[in-house]
């Protein structure tokens, strides 16, 4: 049966304006609905540091726009390249999006193509996740339930989204009858952005304590767990939001699949394997405080990775618009992403 969902296709996270970006500020949702324009470069660089806009291939796009500003403002492109690259380290997208850019100002593109340049980056994006969209769900038995981490819908991308595009995807095929959404301790993108994206399209699902993963497999309403990735290495290994390791054991253990789905722009045939990324490690008080109350006795400290590397053994199939690889490894990954 086919179920009708509100258009999710209307939220743009990231919006060029011709002279500014417009970007919606997910530091305050679902609170607020606000927006916030950049109108250089190192404002853009501040806002993907500051998570107003987060998601690996929203920060590539963003970062795209970034350039086209400070070419509009006459600055100098390898240091703008630099502090763009340095915004976060571990979504590949970003690095591969300035590197796309940066070829072009090598060829002597000028702001009018480097526009072009920048709409196609987020053309793609989209086209991509619909792409994956069809392919993810086809994976999924009828009537199965889902589980997924992190924020990887619109907000995170051009729109539709990655492995939330799947579950889109798989809701309106009618493959996928219950979903479930883990907080996403500590910036809580899964509560916080997830089901406001969820709740918008009419989609019903159930948020769970990250804690709650287990008991929630153990108790058979999951076949498939469903995450995006950050960086995807040579072998298969992935780099995700910090918690996607523990869920891959746990699914492991219970029978349940597990499913990545990114585009091809995530994927880094540079980086040999997982131990190989770096992992972002965020300001110990996002774990301290919660929505600005601090929660922990003053004078104690904490370890905040963001990221954490799921080994491609641990994975059942790796969604790209370019196809689907089921048990990946080095030769799966290589077959589909042959070297340049
Ligand atoms: C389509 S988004 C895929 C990943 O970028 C997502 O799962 C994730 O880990 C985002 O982390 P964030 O720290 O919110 O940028």
Redesign the pocket.
Same mark, same amino acid.
């Given at each position: 049966m086919m179920t009708a969902i509100a258009d999710h296709d209307s939220i743009r996270a990231v919006q060029w304006c011709g002279d500014c970006l417009r970007l919606l500020d997910?530091r305050r949702l679902p609170a607020e609905e606000s927006w916030l324009e950049c109108r250089s470069a190192q404002h853009v660089r501040d806002a993907i540091a500051d998570?107003v806009v987060?998601?690996? =291939?929203?920060?590539g796009i963003a970062a795209a726009w970034g350039v086209v500003l400070a070419a509009q403002a006459g600055e100098d492109m390898p240091s703008v390249l630099r502090d763009l690259r340095a915004a976060?380290p571990?979504?590949v997208?970003l690095m591969w999006a300035l590197d796309r850019m940066g070829t072009c100002i090598e060829a002597g593109a000028d702001v009018q193509a480097l526009t072009r340049e920048a709409q196609a980056i987020q053309d793609e994006d989209m086209a991509a996740n619909h792409r994956m969209g069809k392919l993810g769900s086809a994976l999924i038995d009828r009537s199965s339930g889902v589980l997924t981490?992190?924020?990887?819908?619109s907000l995170?991308?051009s729109g539709f989204?990655? /492995?939330?595009g799947v579950i889109r995807a798989g809701v309106a095929a009618g493959r996928i009858e219950r979903v479930f959404a883990g907080e996403?301790r500590p910036?809580l993108?899964g509560a916080r952005?997830t089901m406001w994206e969820l709740v918008r399209d009419g989609i019903p699902a159930k948020l769970i304590a990250d804690s709650a993963a287990a008991h929630l497999m153990r108790g058979g309403q999951v076949q498939w767990v469903i995450?995006?990735?950050?960086r995807i290495a040579a072998n298969g290994d992935v780099?995700?939001?910090?918690g996607?390791y523990a869920l891959a054991i746990a699914a492991r253990h219970h029978g349940v699949k597990f499913m990545v !789905? /990114? =585009?091809s722009t995530?994927v880094d045939m540079a980086t040999a394997r997982g131990e190989d990324i770096e992992i972002?490690l965020?300001d110990p008080k996002e774990l301290l405080a919660i929505a600005g109350v601090r929660t922990v006795v003053d004078g104690a400290s904490a370890w905040n990775p !963001?990221?954490d590397v799921t080994p491609a053994s641990l994975i059942d199939a790796i969604v790209t618009e370019c196809g689907v690889i089921e048990r990946p490894d080095t030769e799966g990954m290589r077959a589909m992403f042959p070297a340049p």
């Open positions: 997910q998570l987060r998601g690996a =291939p929203a920060i976060r571990t979504a997208n981490h992190c924020n990887t819908g995170a991308t989204g990655t /492995a939330l996403t910036w993108q952005l995450i995006g990735a950050d780099a995700n939001k910090i996607s !789905v /990114a =585009p995530t972002e965020r !963001v990221f």
